[in-house]
């Protein structure tokens, strides 16, 4: 299947802090998705984007999709205790039913 | 009532026993999914259900076997699994099989022993 390489794979970072992360593939994709996954529970989307160059904000969070098609960012401003968790990536193509493509994800730690 | 909906949250099984998982969506969506989730390895799709037919199976082991009666309700029956099964199950949910937003369930932690 598709690769999609994520990093950093985990991060340690103060509150208050920014944080970013971004996702590369060989393959292009239509559509770039986020999701986060909270301990011990499953991933909820955070942000969808649909074309290339496209720029996206959900609250703190921003997301690119990158002109190439083949990475995308995601940026969280001002970090709070509540981010923690693992932040994927996943990229989507309209070929076949196995269409959504899945990051190995970025741990995040937020320290109070 | 959340969108899509897994029993049981955790198991515990032998490996000889069989045991089934269970996921519910109440969302309206025409395909259901399994995806297996393992330490530091990417969301693994198992199998793919549009409409209550299988359109996807991703090699998985025959010790895995999808069942999907109706377009809201979706399971795993688990027999003779091995340690190396133990991992977070997660069910999801898509208005269609191309659909580009999944939405998951919070996932059945299985171990296996």
């Known amino acids: 299947g598709q690769q999609l390489n994520q990093s950093p794979q985990s991060m340690f970072i103060q509150e208050g802090e920014d944080v970013s992360m971004n996702c590369t593939s060989s393959s292009i994709f239509n559509t770039w998705l986020w999701y986060k996954q909270d301990p011990g529970e499953g991933p909820v989307l955070l942000i969808a984007?649909?074309?290339?160059?496209e720029l996206t904000s959900n609250g703190r969070l921003t997301a690119q999709f990158g002109i190439t098609r083949k990475d995308s960012f995601l940026n969280i401003s001002a970090s709070i205790p509540s981010d923690v968790g693992i932040y994927f990536c996943a990229g989507y193509t309209q070929t076949g039913a196995n269409n959504l493509f899945f990051g190995t994800g970025t741990r995040l730690t937020v320290i109070p | 009532e959340t969108g899509v909906t897994q029993t049981p949250r955790h198991l515990v099984m032998g490996m000889t026993n069989k045991k089934s998982l269970k996921c519910e969506q109440h969302?309206?969506?025409?395909?259901m999914y399994w995806y297996k989730q393992s330490a530091k390895k990417p969301l693994e799709l198992m199998f793919v259900y549009s409409l209550e037919e299988r359109v996807e199976n991703n090699s998985v082991p025959s010790r895995f076997s999808p069942e999907c009666p109706n377009s809201s309700h979706l399971f795993l029956h688990l027999h003779t699994l091995q340690p190396e099964d133990s991992a977070l199950y997660l069910c999801?949910?898509?208005?269609?099989?191309?659909?580009?937003?999944?939405?998951f369930g919070q996932g059945t932690r299985l171990t296996v022993v």
């Open positions: 999801a949910s898509s208005q269609d099989p191309g659909a580009k937003e999944a939405f």
């Open positions: 984007l649909y074309k290339a160059g």
């Open positions: 969302l309206g969506h025409n395909a």
